[in-house]
């Protein structure tokens, strides 16, 4: 059997899939590959990896897919990394850039905009890298770790999970483990043994990727009440329903 080509997204909230990956020795022929969340989703989209974990924002790219592990990158409270930051309230935000980097949130800001909020903006899509220059528009999605150092240069913050449990009542799915057609037992059983290793040694995690922690404060606090990692049948109820939105 071939080796097990992986991609997973390199923020905070997979260190401990990764770490139960690497170090769990649970999976040992794999091949792992860490990007930015909507690479995941094109490299399985290519078939230039077996699994990865994708945004929920690109399934319908998918003609099929199958959840290659019951595992997520969920909330069920606000979740400190997807964020919305503006300068002026809601009411008063004309345009927002959005961040390159997940589609999910793309989306999920729109439905929000739309369906909760009742704003139309217009909406203006950043270049890969767009926030790195320090130059801040005055409205901005954006996630994973590069949000911790963005909370002082904005006033008003909003946590799109948190809009959307508001808006719904559901938790949110920001990204999950899909292959494009279902994979073998002898494949997805270690995989699954791995990541639920590796949620099960959060502080390990941490400890492993210590040169590589954002300034987040509580880092731990954050993978352990932000961060959901079960895909459970309430956040499969509220996978559907945004997906519902799409389209």
Not at 9 to 38: A, H, M, Q
Not at 47 to 73: E, N, Q, T
Not at 145 to 167: N, Q, V
Request: aromatic residues 12%; proline residues 7%.
């Amino acid at each position: 059997m071939p080796a097990l080509r992986i991609s997973a997204v390199s923020y905070l909230n997979t260190f401990p899939f990764v770490y139960g990956i690497k170090e769990s020795g649970l999976l040992t022929d794999y091949r792992l590959e860490l990007d930015v969340p909507s690479v995941c989703a094109e490299k399985l989209k290519k078939g230039k990896v077996d699994v990865s974990l994708v945004p929920v924002g690109a399934l319908p790219d998918f003609r099929k897919y199958s959840i290659a592990a019951p595992y997520c990158i969920g909330a069920v409270k606000e979740v400190r990394t997807v964020l919305l930051f503006s300068k002026v309230p809601l009411d008063r935000i004309r345009t927002i850039h959005l961040d390159f980097d997940s589609r999910t949130s793309v989306r999920l800001v729109k439905v929000l905009a739309t369906h909760h909020w009742k704003i139309t903006p217009a909406w203006i899509p950043l270049k890969p890298g767009g926030l790195a220059s320090g130059d801040l528009p005055e409205s901005v999605v954006a996630i994973g770790d590069k949000t911790f150092g963005m909370r002082s240069h904005y006033p008003f913050i909003y946590d799109l999970a948190g809009e959307w449990i508001s808006f719904t009542g559901l938790p949110f799915v920001f990204a999950l483990w899909i292959s494009k057609q279902e994979l073998p037992d002898p494949m997805t059983t270690p995989l699954a043994k791995a990541l639920e290793f590796g949620i099960s040694h959060k502080k390990e995690s941490l400890d492993y990727f210590h040169d590589r922690l954002p300034d987040c404060g509580d880092c731990l606090g954050y993978l352990e009440e932000n961060i959901s990692y079960h895909l459970d049948e309430s956040k499969k109820m509220g996978m559907e329903r945004f997906l519902e939105y799409l389209e």
